[in-house]
């Protein structure tokens, strides 16, 4: 009786801890330095991630044509644009990913 009991509460335990989310807490990919403004013609890519668990704030991510990457301010009124314009047309070179 006490062994299948034992069994019984390792198998809820395993199951508990199983079930646990182990998501990173403030994992932000922008951590600090966000530019207010990118020229068009240094702009080959344009991610933005919507808020998550792992990150409260839509972050703007802007490849460059030399290969580097920047975050973008995404109150600043050029970061408002990029989002609508990943909302309303897909004609740009933009990736919207939701959290």
């Given at each position: 009786?006490?062994?299948?009991?034992?069994?019984?509460?390792?198998?809820?335990?395993?199951?508990?801890?199983?079930?646990?989310?182990?998501?990173?807490?403030?994992?932000c990919l922008?951590?600090?330095?966000?530019?207010n403004f990118i020229p068009h013609r240094n702009i080959q890519k344009i991610e933005i991630f919507s808020p998550s668990p792992a990150c409260k704030q839509v972050?703007?991510?802007?490849?460059?044509?030399d290969g580097g990457q920047r975050c973008l301010n995404s109150e600043s009124k050029f970061g408002k644009t990029c989002i609508k314009k990943a909302e309303n047309n897909k004609r740009y070179n933009l990736t919207f990913f939701l959290g």
């Open positions: 009786m006490r062994t299948t009991i034992c069994i019984l509460f390792a198998c809820m335990l395993f199951v508990y801890v199983e079930g646990i989310a182990i998501v990173p807490k403030g994992r922008c951590k600090d330095g966000d530019v972050e703007i991510i802007v490849t460059l044509k």
